[in-house]
């Protein structure tokens, strides 16, 4: 465990640091992406808005930086809750923000998910191995998200 960070819900002031937090991290991506699929995965002062007010969004803080990383969770139906906008900025990488952040599934899990969800892109090999770790299996279900694959990964939660 990281001393010094907090993981915590982010309030509504949280919002251009969540947009500046998923900016910075998928920056290196960006030529990998499409427009429509970069836009939607780092979000626009609306459409942060739209998830702070759909989603539970989850921040990491310290005192030196104040956001160094973010997760979104949300019920999607009886059951299944859905994960998405992971990030955590390229200098707090292997300190262990991620594991922390993907434990945001537990609040899922209080609200009756018993089988939780997340979807990344084809550029995201390093994500895919971290939520492979962490005992999420890809599904074999893919969808469009503005022209990229995007591939389905999910975790049973046995409790």
Not at 52 to 74: K, Q
């Amino acid at each position: 465990m990281q001393a010094g960070i907090t993981i915590r819900r982010a309030l509504e002031t949280d919002a251009f640091g969540v947009l500046e937090c998923l900016r910075i991290a998928f920056e290196p991506y960006r030529v990998k992406y499409t427009p429509g699929a970069f836009a939607d995965t780092v979000l626009t002062p609306e459409t942060i808005q739209d998830r702070l007010g759909r989603m539970s969004v989850f921040v990491a803080v310290t005192a030196d930086n104040p956001m160094v990383g973010t997760i979104a969770g949300a019920v999607v139906h009886a059951g299944e809750g859905h994960l998405r906008g992971m990030a955590v900025l390229p200098e707090w990488h292997g300190r262990g923000i991620a594991e922390r952040l993907l434990q945001s599934e537990a609040e899922l899990a209080a609200r009756g998910c018993s089988r939780v969800t997340l979807d990344t892109t084809e550029p995201l090999q390093r994500a895919m191995r971290f939520y492979e770790k962490h005992g999420y299996l890809a599904s074999g279900r893919t969808t469009d998200l503005f022209g990229m694959t995007l591939h389905e990964y999910g975790k049973d939660r046995r409790f």
